[in-house]
């Protein structure tokens, strides 16, 4: 008997040693990266480098000096800004909105016609593969308290989140403001680093061209970071996009000042 327990622990031991090295168990996947703005910074400064280097290709192709890549660089980086600004505002704040509507409802539904709900919410977890007994056990706990039966039923049958009180949407609208300004500002800094070294436009925009791949890269890394994927895949992919809507904005404006026939 006593050699039996012997063997039984010293099996159960192995595979506790075995299940913490990852010995019989998959790597386990890579976490995103968190933060209240991450998402907000990375695809804002992506969306502003494209855009600003994209404008400076067409400008360039069109063959207009540093100075007018400068002014309308920025004018138009300021004004796509605020637009990105304005909009991630809107849009947070209409979701929020949203969400707290949908939940006033679901909140209704729950004080006054409790036991459908209550039945419908059983079904749910029926459908996800649930037995029977165990989701009425489920079911019946969180009818015990209103406000966790509530939420549940938000993410479980409406696919939502409860609204987070402490979310400002005027924050993200700030924030990805600001995120635009200064990632869109990268490819213009070609133009202004280099007057002291330089008259040539051509060098200018190839400094562009490096400063623009550089930040790429950067947050193409960042991206991979958010949602797990792979580093050089996200690189490559980020600098694809970068380099095809700039080559397509530089092909446009030099064919369209072609046939226009200006200088």
Same mark, same amino acid.
């Given at each position: 008997m006593d050699q039996k327990n012997s063997v039984g622990a010293t099996t159960s031991s192995t595979a506790l040693l075995r299940?913490?090295?990852?010995?019989d168990r998959e790597i386990r996947p890579r976490e995103p990266w968190k933060g209240e703005f991450v998402k907000s910074i990375v695809y804002a400064g992506l969306d502003a480098i494209v855009t600003s280097f994209s404008l400076i290709s067409s400008i360039s192709a069109t063959r207009r000096s540093s100075v007018d890549v400068l002014v309308l660089g920025f004018a138009n980086l300021v004004a796509d800004g605020i637009s990105m600004g304005f909009g991630d505002f809107v849009s947070?704040? *209409?979701e929020k909105d949203v969400a707290a509507r949908e939940r006033a409802v679901t909140e209704w539904d729950v004080s006054n016609h409790g036991g459908t709900e209550e039945l419908g919410l059983l079904r749910q977890y029926q459908t996800l593969g649930m037995d029977v007994n165990d989701a009425m056990t489920v079911v019946n706990i969180f009818a015990?308290?209103?406000e966790i039966m509530v939420d549940e039923k938000m993410m479980a049958q409406k696919g939502m989140l409860p609204p987070d009180q402490a979310?400002?949407?005027w924050k993200h609208g700030l924030v990805t403001f600001a995120a635009f300004l200064l990632f869109g500002?990268?490819?213009?800094?070609?133009?202004?680093?280099?007057?002291?070294? *330089?008259?040539s436009d051509t060098l200018k925009f190839v400094g562009a061209c490096v400063l623009a791949a550089f930040a790429l890269a950067?947050?193409?890394l960042a991206k991979a970071k958010i949602a797990g994927q792979n580093y050089a895949f996200s690189m490559v992919v980020t600098l694809f996009n970068g380099a095809i809507a700039a080559a397509a904005a530089y092909t446009l404006g030099s064919l369209l000042t072609n046939v226009a026939g200006l200088e």
């Amino acid at each position: 008997m006593d050699q039996k327990n012997s063997v039984g622990a010293t099996t159960s031991s192995t595979a506790l040693l075995r299940d913490e090295v990852g010995g019989d168990r998959e790597i386990r996947p890579r976490e995103p990266w968190k933060g209240e703005f991450v998402k907000s910074i990375v695809y804002a400064g992506l969306d502003a480098i494209v855009t600003s280097f994209s404008l400076i290709s067409s400008i360039s192709a069109t063959r207009r000096s540093s100075v007018d890549v400068l002014v309308l660089g920025f004018a138009n980086l300021v004004a796509d800004g605020i637009s990105m600004g304005f909009g991630d505002f809107v849009s947070s704040s *209409t979701e929020k909105d949203v969400a707290a509507r949908e939940r006033a409802v679901t909140e209704w539904d729950v004080s006054n016609h409790g036991g459908t709900e209550e039945l419908g919410l059983l079904r749910q977890y029926q459908t996800l593969g649930m037995d029977v007994n165990d989701a009425m056990t489920v079911v019946n706990i969180f009818a015990k308290y209103k406000e966790i039966m509530v939420d549940e039923k938000m993410m479980a049958q409406k696919g939502m989140l409860p609204p987070d009180q402490a979310d400002k949407p005027w924050k993200h609208g700030l924030v990805t403001f600001a995120a635009f300004l200064l990632f869109g500002s990268v490819p213009l800094l070609s133009f202004i680093v280099l007057i002291p070294f *330089t008259h040539s436009d051509t060098l200018k925009f190839v400094g562009a061209c490096v400063l623009a791949a550089f930040a790429l890269a950067l947050l193409g890394l960042a991206k991979a970071k958010i949602a797990g994927q792979n580093y050089a895949f996200s690189m490559v992919v980020t600098l694809f996009n970068g380099a095809i809507a700039a080559a397509a904005a530089y092909t446009l404006g030099s064919l369209l000042t072609n046939v226009a026939g200006l200088e």
